[in-house]
């Protein structure tokens, strides 16, 4: 006769099938919607390109290759692809540029609206998640008109008598730069404030009874306490931007591509399917190494904090 405590782990077994079977549909409609597109994608770099776009089914490496190499169309031999690499490390300077733009605008903004009453938070909070409530195609163009050479700022310099030109701040690395640490400043903002809204700030008021001074409050009890959501926010900067087409597109005129541009170019204009797919694999990878690299320093924390 079965005891109590084998009549307990077989009722939770069958617990634990009955739910995997339950959301067994659900797991299987997620998996072919992420990971399907991932395979094509994965699939289509191997082959060949087609004359006119498309792929021929036909295995290739040729599309890896020429991510960081380029072949001589005389005598085969292979060199740094100087224009891919190029928009690589553009890519990834802007991207950590922009993390870090927003981290200096969005640290001190997630502190006042912590330190803020309870009554008032709400409402900054509000104005934070305004600017998505408009289309990302609109808030660059809006950007655009402050930027250009007819625009707001070089209007107002004008008037002023500080300059004599306009300053040509569109279609350049600044401008791409101005326009994405706009468009994802909240999603900097919002990770710092949920962890700085828990922060005791008891604890800030002791630094400050031991002596220490605004730095040293900051560096060491701040900062040490708010870490898990300065690495979300950087995250949640990062990976985006790094995959910014919109604002790039816009800001840049083409002429300062990122690379979201040249996979577009590949999968339009260039009709090179395969080099495209790789190049967005590649993208990926990179995505991937900055998450590992969050889950790795937040499980440190974890266990440091813990």
């Not at 950590?96 to 502190?111: E, N």
């Not at 009874?209 to 730095?215: H, K, N």
């Amino acid at each position: 006769m079965a005891t109590a405590e084998e009549v307990a782990k077989a009722a939770e077994r069958r617990d634990v099938r009955d739910r995997w079977l339950l959301s067994a549909p659900a797991l299987l409609v997620i998996f072919l919607a992420a990971t399907g597109p991932l395979l094509i994608v994965l699939v289509y770099s191997f082959l060949t390109p087609g004359s006119y776009g498309d792929v021929k089914w036909q295995f290739s490496p040729e599309a890896w290759i020429a991510v960081f190499l380029e072949r001589d169309i005389f005598d085969d031999t292979l060199s740094i692809a100087a224009a891919h690499v190029t928009i690589f490390l553009r890519s990834i300077k802007l991207s950590v540029v922009t993390t870090i733009a927003t981290l200096a605008l969005g640290f001190p903004t997630a502190y006042f609206m912590a330190t803020r009453s309870e009554k008032t938070r709400d409402l900054w909070l509000f104005l934070i998640t305004i600017p998505f409530w408009t289309n990302l195609l609109i808030r660059t163009f809006a950007v655009l008109q402050i930027i250009r050479n007819e625009g707001i700022i070089n209007t107002i310099l004008l008037k002023l008598g500080i300059i004599s030109a306009p300053i040509q701040i569109l279609y350049t690395d600044t401008a791409i730069l101005i326009g994405m640490a706009y468009v994802y400043l909240p999603l900097m903002v919002l990770p710092i404030y949920a962890s700085m809204e828990k922060l005791d700030f008891r604890l800030v008021e002791a630094g400050y009874d031991l002596y220490a001074t605004r730095f040293q409050v900051l560096r060491r009890i701040i900062f040490p306490l708010v870490k898990p959501g300065v690495i979300a926010g950087s995250i949640l900067v990062f990976i985006p931007a790094l995959g910014a087409y919109v604002t790039p597109s816009v800001l840049g005129g083409g002429k300062n591509m990122m690379l979201s541009n040249l996979i577009e170019l590949q999968f339009g204009q260039g009709r090179n399917w395969p080099l495209g797919s790789a190049l967005s694999i590649a993208v990926m990878i990179i995505v991937m190494v900055a998450l590992l690299a969050y889950v790795r320093n937040a499980g440190k924390s974890g266990v440091r904090h813990g």
